[in-house]
């Protein structure tokens, strides 16, 4: 960047106005100072001690021949952290400048140029923590390169740009612009600690610099462009004054730096025992002075200290010691440094292959490489049996083979493992066909665990025996009983063996004539079964009823109680019922009708006989009415028709209605009612009559006319909105709506259950639903599997983890291992399979190939690759794959972290180191770099309704997270559509993007809906009024206002009452729209 310095030769020429006061001891006395020899060594101390910088003394004792005229000073360098930057003369300085200028300089005599130039090796600026720095470097006058100056300044950052201004001090802004300028860091410097000590030319000679008392001066400032001045890059800059003693004369004057800076180099100190400081200590005036430097060394000599340690394990095999020994990791402190932790593994085979011991070795070591140790076991046993399971107990009939099936046994550690079945026993039963088969089966594994079950086998006999039975017998009443023979059968005892009893039961049937006889045959077999059988033999009835007395036929009036005389039945045999059936014929009349009613008598067996007589019937009586007692209420929309059905009962014959309505005053919550006159005749004149009210009233509730279907989605699909449509035959219709989350009943994520609800004004109400099924058809991708390994000296692999995602959720890792095969030499091949499911069942495969060789040296097999991380990622913690020989071996790890590329972005470069006895065996480094390519989240909301002229203020602002770095920038821009005055009468999309500080941007909307719900509102209504009925009706217009747009008034005139009599009402009703 290139400056104009028009502006900075005009406030040079302002400098040389000779105006300067000295920093109070412009005293060219010397005086005889020194300090005390045992304040002058330094102090070796443990880092535990505290802050170096705080154990430095403030000051040492000292002893002088004057008692004024001089002063002291002190500085205090903490060590270890430093920023170091070598600069040179600013290429675009003005050539009349110095990198170091002098002003007054000349008037000294001891030089012909107040420009200094700084030598080639250049100044150096170091800044330290605790806000001090130094400025060092060789200065050889322009005209005469012999004349140098030693430059040693110590310089204080005292506050801000601002703060400096409000205190009155000048920032130059000629060159850079102001908001930043007085934002920059103001550095002043520390009088006595701060001189030019002369060398060559001008050797015995020193100036002492202060900060300058010159009203136009500026203090320095570290950056580009410091006060103005040229530098391209990062440099320093700033007036001081200065002074020193010709003879017995003080001269003084004022000066600038300006260097601008080559290189930097930022030191940091990770080891303790780096951390130190010094602390520089000054007595004198202007005539001379003394210096001496204190040192606070720290030790760090102390490793670090296990807080947590993993207890020692005894595990069930399968159980795979490595998932211990890689969770259960040891948590160490120390007091001073950063520690690292590495282990050493060693693998040691039990008593039986499937026993072993897994032996780790944790060292903690601190950035100062002391280091301490733990030794932790994990041993896995097997002595849990194989699990056998013996066939089901079974039970066959005596007549049945006997089937056997095998037993089988799965262990937990080998699979599954051999049987032996033993002798089977017989055990004798209770009787000759039962007996019992025990069969014993002992199955053992290779570390001696065995199980042994016995299976039981019944035989038995467990059918009765079952009998050859004759065919039912039938025979009437005074037959001779003969019976038939009955014989019996077993499928297990001989039929000589076989005893027979048979005994005869006498059964009544429901008719008296009729009966039953029951044979039943019972036999016991030799093991206790018993059968039985049954033989039939059935005695019936055919003789029907005799009528002895008969009704006479008779004449009744229509409605009047009848009597129903009925005849007399006699039968020999049994029980009698009599039924009535009428046969009716109609006379001149309808209503007049003769009843021919004939009996029909059944005995208990089911003869029938028949008889009959007359009843003859006249009708006299009017129909009885029943119309409602309460008023009818029918909906606004509805026609009502009269129907007479139920209303009006006639004994004899069909009524026929008459029916007069009159429109009455309203009922209360009626649209309108009618008075209804209603007359009921039968067919033979008779009448009655009677009256009723009919109100109008609004009891339906809305119509649905459209539902949105239900939508099935996948799970990063967002729920969408939807919208039904209803409409009601008497009023508007109003709606609302919610959403509910459920776990979905069968496959899938979940459902949300959108509910819709309609309302009229009355407050009837309906509801309909959508359903959204969010599902999950895609299985989980492999991020990371293991690459194929080699392991040596018969030690099992380690189990590395493989990596998915899925697009929905979590993911569960499934691994099996499966040895595939074996050469002759004992290498073996293991094929372990990682199947990763994710929470909808779905399941991705990926395979591991391990070759299991003898090899002696140990060496790295899978080194962790180049990465490149998101800032808000950990570092990755992983180690080399390490193929192990067939002795020790260690793994060490050194760590260092540089500055990335953008904002706080870091790179970790981790350099691991394989040995053995015979030294450093094998060397990988792996690079992690932090990125940030993810843009900020905003959760804005997808719309937001308003009230018609809401302010956009009111809208909700999104929330922006960011992963890298809190600092966002969020702006705006808004789209506006105008629809008119429908609902919603405006939408306007608001756009909202951020952006973080590496520039990476998102964008979302927020639509914001205006809505027009709210009616207008009356502001004047006209009165109900009365007037006589030849007075002209004017109707007169009431007023209203809306808040959203102009009103438009209707009206419509309803008449009640008759014109014709004189007194009626007209009702106007008015509707603002």
Known sequence: MRRTFGALLVLIATWLIPAFSAWGQLNCTSCNTQFLQGELSGLDTSCTAGSALDLLPDFLDYTSDCSDGFSTAVAKFPLGNERVCNGNRPEDLPYFFGTVHLHNFESTGLANSDAFTIDGAGGTWTMHDDNIATFEGRILNRLNASLQFQVELVLELSTSGASWMAQGGNINLAGSDSTEAENWGIWQVKPLMSRMVGLSGLAGQFLLVQNSSVDVSHPFQVGTNAHGFPTNTEGVAGN???????????????????????????????????????????????????????????????????????????????????????????????????????????????????EVRVLTTYLASDACGNTSEHLHTVEVVDRTAPTLTAPASVEFGCDEPLVYDDAFALDACEGEVPVVELAAQIVDGDCPSNYTVLR??????????????????????????TFILPDHVFLDCGEPEDYPDIAVEDNCTPTSDLPLDIANFLVDSECEGSRLLQRQAQSTDACGNLGEGFHLVTISDSTPPTFVEVPEDMTLACGSETPLPWPTVEDDCSTWEVEVVADTTWLDCPQNMDVVRTFVATDACGN???????????????????????????????????????????????????????????????????????????????????????????????????????????????IPPSFPEASDACSPVFYASSDTTVAHPDVGVYQVIRRFEVSDVYGNVADSMQTFTVLDYAPPVFTFVPPGDTVYC?????????????????????????????????????????????????STVATQVVQMENYVPPAFGTVPADVSLACDQPWESGLPEVVPGCGPWELSVTEDTLEGSCGNLLTLVRTFDLTDETGLVDQAIQTQTQVDITP??????????????????????????????????????????????????????????????????SSASTAAVFLDLIPPVWTTLPQDTTVNCEVSMDVVYPTALDNCSAVEVAWFADTLGLPTTGTYTVLNTFLAS
């Open 240 to 354: 001081f004054g200065w002074s020193t003693c010709i003879g017995s004369v003080v001269h003084g004057g004022f000066g600038q730096v300006a260097v601008e800076f080559d290189s930097c180099v930022q030191h940091e100190a990770t080891c303790a025992s780096d951390r130190d400081a010094v602390g520089r200590y000054v007595v004198g005036n202007q005539a001379g002075y003394v210096e001496a430097t204190r040192t606070v060394n720290l030790t760090d000599q102390d490793p670090p200290t296990f807080t947590e340690v993993p207890d020692d394990l005894e595990l069930e095999c399968p159980a795979d010691p490595y998932d211990v020994v890689l969770s259960a990791l040891p948590a160490a402190v120390d007091d001073c440094s950063s520690w690292v932790l590495d282990s050493i593994v060693n693998v040691v085979p039990g008593t039986c292959a499937q």
């Open 936 to 1001: 900020p989240t905003l959760n804005a909301v997808a719309f937001w309704p308003l009230n018609c002229g809401d302010d956009m203020d009111l809208l909700p602002q999104p929330v922006v997270l960011d992963d890298c770095n809190g600092e966002t920038t969020l702006t705006w821009s808004d789209e506006v559509s105008v629809q008119g005055c429908a609902t919603p009468a405006s939408e306007v999309i608001r756009t909202y993007t951020a952006t973080d500080a590496c520039g990476n941007q």
């Open 608 to 718: 029938v006989a028949e008889v009959s007589h007359t009843v003859s019937y006249r009708d006299t009586t009017p129909p009885q009415l029943t119309l409602p007692e309460n008023d009818v209420q029918i909906d606004c929309d509805a026609d009502w028709v009269f129907d007479g059905a139920g209303l009006a009962e006639d004994l004899c014959s069909d009524v026929v209605w008459d029916v007069q309505t009159q429109v009455t005053a309203p009922a209360e919550g009626s649209v309108f009612s009618l008075l209804v006159t209603a007359t009921a005749s039968d067919q033979c004149g008779n009448a009655a009559t009677g009256q009723f009210l009919v109100n109008n009233v609004d009891s339906e509730a809305p119509q649905f006319t459209f539902v949105p279907e239900d939508l099935t989605l996948v799970c990063e699909d967002p």
């Open 440 to 465: 014993t089966f002992v199955s053992t594994d290779g570390c001696g665990n065995d199980t042994t079950v016995v299976q039981t086998v019944q035989v038995r006999d467990l059918e009765p025996p």
């Open 794 to 842: 018969g030690v099992p692999p380690a189990l590395v983890q493989a990596e998915a995602v899925d697009n929905c959720g979590d993911v569960t890792m499934v691994v099996s291992e499966e040895i595939a095969a074996e050469d002759a030499l004992g290498n073996e091949t293991l094929v372990r399979r990682y199947e990763a499911f994710d929470l909808a069942g779905n």
